[in-house]
């Protein structure tokens, strides 16, 4: 019963979320729906009006985030061409320099948060590194860190990412005139539902879940969101050999519309006052170096565009700090080469998960001896 009323819970605030995406909507913006849901989740959580029916302090279950992501996923999946392993052939010297980039400004935010703010250079490093709303707090945990500062910088730069890159990217879009090229942008909506459609549509859906599966076990940041996207993309692949990709799936554009409200108000819902009390100057601090982390990369996005010639709002998303799902979803959004930009957000994700922990507890090894010896 428990379980039922959480449900229903979960379904009111993502259907008062998906108000608020539908007014965001009007105002043209490309990813209105996540910003819209994302913000009125976010102050629903945060205010908690009795009738929002808000119960749980960690936002809404994690399954409809999977869910979203799982849809995301099956559309992204559609856009994986060769034009992605050309563009990582031809720059990727390029690549992994601006993705070591943006690590070393993460950690120069670490080392601000830590010097400005009572919390420990453990802490401080994992809050500031563009990890995920999801993995860091977690992987802090695990070593030791405070899981509440690391929650309150991550959910911060998000939102400054999420809120902050699409209108950048939106006005820069607008005003250069850029069309989606081979390979880029939203897939036209295949709104003709017939049998092959929807026998090939099932065996996408089977094929994105099937990519999680094996993507979980290969421990891959947000399984059902790049899982499903290269186990859609394999199946893609073959099915273009064997009958050159004649099948079409019927995937209308309102699949995208229900993945942005999913994904906004699971990020949304995870705000509440607690997580703000006494803790004002770590919102601040936090709040500061996350801007400051975001107009760096803005603008050693702009350099790699003239250096490399990938399409500038291509390269904002693909180097910017946020999360795999905001940027997969705003680079679907904005007709930007949405396979590419999930391809560099993971791999910056896979190199922080692998190399930042051990050299964290090491930097705080360090520290403390030095404090021992000071002392």
């Not at 992204?76 to 390029?94: A, D, I, P, R």
């Amino acid at each position: 019963m428990i379980k039922d009323n959480s449900t229903i819970q979960n379904i009111w605030l993502i259907l008062l979320g998906s108000f608020g995406g539908f007014l965001f909507s009007l105002t043209g913006l490309s990813i209105g729906w996540l910003m819209g849901a994302l913000t009125a989740t976010g102050l629903l959580s945060f205010w908690r009006p009795r009738w929002a029916l808000i119960k749980q302090q960690k936002g809404i279950q994690p399954y409809w985030r999977h869910i979203g992501q799982w849809m995301l996923g099956i559309t992204l999946g559609q856009q994986v061409t060769l034009s992605v392993v050309n563009t990582f052939e031809n720059n990727f010297l390029t690549i992994v320099l601006m993705l070591f980039l943006s690590i070393l400004f993460a950690l120069l935010a670490g080392f601000v948060l830590w010097r400005y703010t009572n919390s420990n250079l453990l802490t401080s490093l994992f809050a500031t590194t563009p990890g995920g709303v999801s993995a860091m707090p977690s992987i802090a945990e695990e070593v030791g860190a405070s899981t509440v500062v690391v929650s309150i910088v991550q959910i911060t730069r998000i939102i400054i990412v999420v809120s902050a890159i699409p209108l950048m990217a939106s006005y820069w879009n607008a005003g250069s005139g850029q069309a989606a090229g081979p390979g880029q942008g939203l897939m036209s909506a295949h709104s003709t539902l017939n049998l092959a459609s929807g026998l090939w549509t099932i065996v996408l859906a089977v094929s994105a879940w099937g990519g999680h599966y094996i993507g979980k076990r290969l421990k891959l940041p947000a399984p059902w969101l790049v899982g499903g996207m290269l186990g859609v993309g394999a199946i893609q692949a073959v099915s273009s050999f064997i009958n050159g990709g004649n099948i079409s799936a019927w995937w209308p554009h309102w699949t995208m519309i229900i993945a942005q409200v999913l994904i906004g108000a699971s990020i949304g819902s995870r705000l509440n006052r607690t997580m703000f009390k006494g803790a004002k100057q770590v919102v601040l601090v936090g709040l500061l170096s996350s801007m400051g982390l975001v107009i760096a990369m803005f603008l050693c996005s702009i350099g790699i565009s003239d250096l490399t010639g990938i399409p500038l709002v291509t390269a904002i998303l693909a180097f910017a700090p946020g999360g795999v799902a905001e940027m997969a979803a705003t680079a679907l959004t904005l007709h930007a080469n949405s396979a590419f930009v999930v391809a560099v957000q993971v791999l910056r994700l896979v190199t922080i998960l692998v190399l930042l922990p051990p050299m964290f507890r090491f930097l705080q090894f360090i520290n403390q001896k030095l404090s021992q010896k000071a002392a």
